[in-house]
């Protein structure tokens, strides 16, 4: 029942992989017309080989040998130039729907919601841009075409070696349904254990992923040599697997081998006994069809031609099966439909930048209220200063005025209008957002900085930084604005790469800007650097900026102090100040020393 629905549900699926065939249609054409024509031209060898010895070689003609052997040559030409041009259209096939494929895939990925990502490893995804893409390649490859191909040199095979003696060819041809069974039985011992194979190939790239990030962590805390035991044992699994799928072949080649030899050896024992008294009748005339040498040779080179492809059989539907199950996977991501829902068609030239949180609550998951209750205001221009202990929702206040999560009551509005009912992108572009952990692209400062948007000129991007005050270390750097920064921006300090991330914000020049300020301390020199750019960065535009610094706090309109998801008071520094025991005074007097800089 089960199998039934599995087979039904592998058709649906084989179609929508055959989708991205379409624009290959010339190419899967020609390849699968090539495969028919092989399979064909296959057959032809042994029937030259047959009338070469019996009509030729023992009726001494000499000339006909010559001719004989000329046609073989060019038939193997045939032969070796089709099978070259099968195998590239079927390979460059694979390969030109995986490329569309992956890029269906990437373009799907940037676009899910964070939210995806907060459950996702990140090795599981790559495992599926690239291992398990490759196996739907292979489903054109080794897999599908070459299937059928198979099946039909088989079946064309048993049916010429039937037409030309059938008594020969049902004797020769008694261990079939033994090898029919035990490839069906490796095939199915084979699948479990590819999958294995799959599963451990995903846990040994999230492995990786996560330990080649986090490898400061790990050297910091001395932790080598326990995580190396952890990867030792997920190393381990995955050989494990990959062994027992080898162990089963090491099984099913030699059972191959051993039925072949039956099936030579009843055709030499019955093809000869054949000849000694198919000549007898034939000579008095009795036996118009004799089994002759030739023909025993012919069934040679035919069994020869017929166990090649059954042995590779059970293998091509293992990976066309792994092809599907690849196809599955990835047609799973490509229907996550966590991508943020953009039905909103409010679009202006520009935004006030007011911005209004209405009874806000939010959650991660479910009911699990992170913000409960949020209700503020924002006038265009004015600065909003959010602080709070750690865990209080600070960020989660913001992500939300992004669209990058969904609140779940209430409502957040911004120039009037529910941002749901903005375009997400438009909306996005008129908020410049700064995050606590600034993250860099393997790239140059100028590109960082522009992240690569061509309406933005080297220009643009020099004024920013000179705006920010970071145009002079950026051109101490060697090559100066074309710097590449390493991987996560490691060659810079964390000072240098926040204040990157401030032009980064400044040349999109937005009317909203968010800012969550990273904590890390840097020098005294830095901090005023950072300071001034803060300073630099909200002038002219709504602010919502969650703040660390004092003196971010005290130049802010209106301070709101978050505890629990929880609006606990709001107004200016020097109001909230003035509430005994009230939640800002005991933070100020916990959190800052007389310099105004945090205490780490
Ligand atoms: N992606 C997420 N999925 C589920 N829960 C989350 C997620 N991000 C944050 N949380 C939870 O939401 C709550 C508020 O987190 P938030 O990041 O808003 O705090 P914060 O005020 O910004 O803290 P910090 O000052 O440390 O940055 C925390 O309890 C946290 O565990
Ligand atoms: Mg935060």
């Known amino acids: 029942m089960s199998q039934v629905t599995g087979k039904a549900l592998d058709w649906k699926l084989l179609k929508r992989v055959m989708h991205y065939v379409k624009p290959y249609r010339t190419t899967f054409i020609i390849a699968a017309f090539l495969t028919i024509f092989l399979a064909a031209n296959t057959l032809v060898q042994p029937m030259l080989m047959q009338i070469t010895l019996d009509k030729y070689i023992l009726g001494n003609n000499y000339n006909g040998l010559i001719s004989m052997v000329s ?6 030409a045939v032969q070796t130039l089709a099978q070259y041009y099968q195998t590239y259209s079927t390979n460059s096939l694979g390969q030109s729907v995986i490329r569309d494929l992956r890029i269906d895939i990437f373009n799907h990925i940037i676009s899910l919601r964070l939210k995806y990502f907060d459950r996702t490893p990140i090795g599981m995804l790559i495992t599926r841009t690239v291992s398990d893409l490759e196996t739907i390649a292979d489903i054109f490859s080794e897999g599908l075409i070459s299937i059928v191909g198979d099946l039909l040199l088989v079946v064309a095979i048993i049916v010429y070696m039937l037409v030309k003696d059938w008594k020969l060819a049902l004797i020769t041809l008694i261990p079939m349904p033994f090898l029919f069974m035990s490839t ?19 846990h040994l790239n999230t492995f990786l992923a996560e330990h080649i990030s986090g490898i400061s962590i790990i050297q910091y805390f001395s932790r080598e040599d326990q995580e190396m035991r952890k990867f030792k044992a997920v190393n381990l699994k995955y050989r494990d697997a990959n062994i027992r799928s080898n162990w089963y072949y090491s099984i099913f080649f030699p059972v191959v081998e051993i039925l072949f030899a039956v099936c030579i050896s009843l055709l030499v024992w019955y093809g000869c006994k054949r000849i000694l008294t198919d000549q007898q009748l034939a000579n008095i005339g009795t036996h118009d069809n004799p089994v002759t040498p030739g023909m025993i040779l012919a069934f040679i080179v035919l069994l020869n031609l017929l166990f090649r ?9 293992n990976t066309l099966q792994m092809g599907m199950v690849g196809a599955d996977r990835i047609f799973k991501v490509l229907d996550t439909d966590e991508v943020a829902v953009n039905t909103g068609t409010l679009k202006s030239a520009s935004l006030n930048g007011e911005i209004a949180f209405d009874h806000v609550w939010f ?41 990058f999560y969904e609140i779940g009551k ?62 002079e270390f950026i051109e101490r750097l060697p090559g100066g604005y074309d710097y590449n920064v390493m991987e996560r921006g490691a060659t810079l300090s964390s000072g240098q790469a926040q204040l990157i991330s401030f032009i980064r914000a400044l040349v999109y020049d937005p009317a909203i800007l968010v800012l969550d300020e990273a904590t890390s301390s840097v020098d005294t020199e830095t901090e005023i650097l950072i300071q001034n750019a803060i300073g630099k960065l909200m002038q002219g535009r709504t602010a919502i900026v969650i703040a660390h610094r004092l003196s971010t706090i005290q130049n802010a309109d209106k301070i709101i102090v978050l505890d629990h998801g929880e609006i606990k008071e709001m107004g200016t520094h020097q109001e909230l100040l003035k509430i005994e025991h009230g939640y800002y005074r005991k933070l100020y007097d916990l959190q800052f020393n007389s310099a105004g800089i945090v205490k780490s």
């Open 71 to 76: 046609l073989m040559i060019v038939q193997l």
């Open 184 to 202: 069906y039985v490796f095939k199915e011992a084979i699948k479990s254990s590819f999958q294995e194979v799959r599963t451990q190939v995903a």
């Open 309 to 317: 492809p059954i042995r590779q059989l059970a293998d091509k539907f």
């Open 363 to 403: 959650a991660y998951n479910d009911e699990n209220w992170v913000l409960k209750d949020i209700s503020f205001r924002v006038k265009p221009g004015e600065k909003l200063a959010l602080v709070g202990a750690t865990g209080a929702g600070k960020s989660s206040t913001i992500n939300i005025l992004n669209r």
């Open 410 to 471: 209430g409502t957040v509005k911004v120039d009037d209008a529910d941002i749901r009912e903005y375009d997400v992108d438009f909306l996005r572009s008129q908020i410049a957002t700064v995050i606590q952990d600034v993250f860099l692209f393997t790239d140059t400062i100028a590109n960082n900085i522009s992240l690569n948007n061509p309406t933005i000129t080297r220009e643009q991007v020099i004024a920013a930084a000179k705006d920010v005050g970071a145009h």
